[in-house]
T-cell receptor, first 111, second 113 residues
């Protein structure tokens, strides 16, 4: 079993749809949870950052962490064509400086 | 702030040659990480360094790969005697620590012919 599992997609939605992206993990030591967005042939950029369980909202983006289920989600409201990218979940353990990434989900938002 | 700078952006090497990838972290960041990304795959951790120290190299192949982060200058990922399977995008990231998230460079795309 991989440490971090993420459905690679691809996922295609119409403009304005609500997008749900998910990851599961096996290491209960993970404390920091992040979502990165990666455009084609670019480096990943940090999108959302969450510590421990709970929700965090930033504009059209909401990140959720459920540590009891070892499950994290990213929701994108009112999706735009500019949201088309690969979204990678990432997580690290407290005092552990290497981060583990999911395989990434490729999202296409069609106008 | 120029962010994390990686060079070259593209590197072509023949089998058996050496590849040197450079990474200058963001100003104020003392932690450097190298990741490899293959097409349709996620980022695979290779090595984590601080100035003059390798902290974790558990993701590095045992042979042909080495990394350094000297007191002065950029971090270097070195691949000796490259093979076709080394063809990938290599990303460098820097941070103040994992709790702060990483800032990634634009990557070096290595092609071995």
């Amino acid at each position: 079993q991989k440490e971090v599992e993420q459905d690679p997609g691809p996922l295609s939605v119409p403009e304005g749809a609500i997008v749900s992206l998910n990851c599961t993990y096996s290491n209960s030591a993970f404390q920091y949870f992040m979502w990165y967005r990666q455009y084609s042939r670019k480096g990943p950029e940090l999108l959302m950052y969450t510590y421990s369980s709970g929700n965090k909202e930033d504009g059209r983006f909401t990140a959720q962490v459920d540590k009891s289920s070892k499950y994290i989600s990213l929701f994108i409201r009112d999706s735009q064509p500019s949201d088309s990218a690969t979204y990678l979940c990432a997580m690290s353990a407290k005092n552990n400086n290497d981060m583990r990434f999911g395989a990434g989900t490729r999202l296409t938002v069609k106008p | 702030n120029a962010g994390v700078m990686q060079n070259p952006r593209h590197l072509v090497r023949r089998r058996g040659q050496e590849a040197r990838l450079r990474c200058s972290p963001m100003k104020g960041h003392s932690h450097v990480y190298w990741y490899r990304q293959l097409p349709e795959e996620g980022l695979k951790f290779m090595v984590y360094l601080q100035k003059e120290n390798i902290i974790d190299e558990s993701g590095m192949p045992k042979e042909r790969f080495s990394a350094e982060f000297p007191k002065e200058g950029p971090s270097i990922l070195r691949i000796q005697q490259v093979v076709r399977g080394d063809s990938a995008a290599y990303f460098c990231a820097s941070s103040q620590g994992a709790a702060y998230g990483y800032t990634f460079g634009s990557g070096t795309r290595l092609t071995v012919v």
